[in-house]
């Protein structure tokens, strides 16, 4: 890979940007639609570029092709199981909360991949960012004005939100050898299909009468953090790696408790702000390990 330029690092922070506007933007589409309409709408709407790209590239999509239970799967575990539960958690759980909570991403990743790959097992380094990111997250749920037992089931909900996202990605190492897109329009195309049914029987979404700004929020939220913020990754990845894009960790936590602050008002206190730098100094540690592996 050729050495970062500016606009390298600066796609990465918008990149950054946008998947940390997500929780503001679901804390905002709660306020007129349920977490199973939320994650519908934004597979949805997530799809329409994505699909466009593939359609203009002439990338074939597998979908419903002999692989199909894979895609399905993984559309289930990657995109419909922590859309919802993040969606049902941010209900009554601050989005700065959630932010970082969804920021534990890397740190269950690594524990995962000890378990479930032949070379990603714990080091010093690895184990020590591990200890230092949970406790960061531990600590953060002894924060009383925050997280109580009103909800603090909604806030273990957004952690297993969190956690779907590492199996997933797990998973999608089954498939590894097709191209991006395809994989990403693949199961896309299950999410909605398997949230069709749910969000038909369960919530009903027609008779909802929205308000204007949850109606945005959830067109972005499919439009831009997820179908959007889908591409830029994948751009990101192919001339710079996976090394470069996991930076993006350090900043969504960071940026979620900024712009949970700038347009929402909520509340940031010294337990959340002590979590966060806990969080990123894991994160720091676990991917030093990794920086360190890869020139080994």
């Known amino acids: 890979m050729k050495q970062p330029k500016f606009i390298d690092y600066f796609l990465l922070t918008i990149l950054a940007l946008i998947w940390a506007s997500a929780f503001f933007n679901i804390k905002i589409a709660t306020y007129s639609f349920g977490p199973v309409t939320i994650a519908f709408l934004r597979v949805f709407f997530g799809a329409i570029p994505v699909l466009l790209l593939c359609h203009f590239k ?15 799967i993984i559309g289930f575990i990657n ?12 209900q009554s759980v601050q989005s700065n909360l959630a932010a970082i909570l969804m920021s534990t991403t890397p740190l269950s990743s690594t524990v995962l991949g000890h378990f479930f790959t032949k070379n990603e097992k714990f080091n010093f380094l690895k184990t020590f960012g591990i200890l230092i990111g949970f406790s960061g997250i531990i600590y953060l749920f002894s924060d009383n004005l925050l997280i109580n037992e009103n909800n603090f089931l909604s806030a273990l909900l957004i952690l297993l939100g969190s956690t779907c996202y590492v199996i997933g990605g797990v998973l999608t190492l089954k498939i590894s050898k097709k191209r991006n897109e395809n994989v990403t329009g693949s199961i896309l195309i299950w999410a909605v299909i398997i949230l069709i049914p749910l969000v038909s029987i ?27 913020a889908w591409l830029l990754r994948f751009r990101i990845l192919v001339k710079n790696g996976l090394i470069f894009q996991s930076q993006v960790s350090y900043l969504i936590p960071i940026f979620g408790t900024i712009l949970s602050y700038i347009f929402l008002n909520e509340l940031i206190t010294t337990k959340v702000l002590i979590s966060l730098i806990a969080v990123c100094l894991g994160i720091y540690f676990v991917r030093k390990a990794d920086n360190k592996k890869s020139f080994e």
Do not use: Q
């Open 58 to 72: 002439n990338i074939k999509i597998e979908a419903f092709s002999k692989d199909w239970y894979w895609f399905a």
């Open 79 to 90: 995109l419909v199981a922590p859309f919802f539960l993040i969606a049902y958690g941010v």
């Open 202 to 228: 369960i919530e009903k979404p027609w008779n909802v009468n929205p308000r204007f700004d949850s109606t945005i929020s959830v067109i972005y939220l499919g439009l831009v953090s997820t179908g959007i």
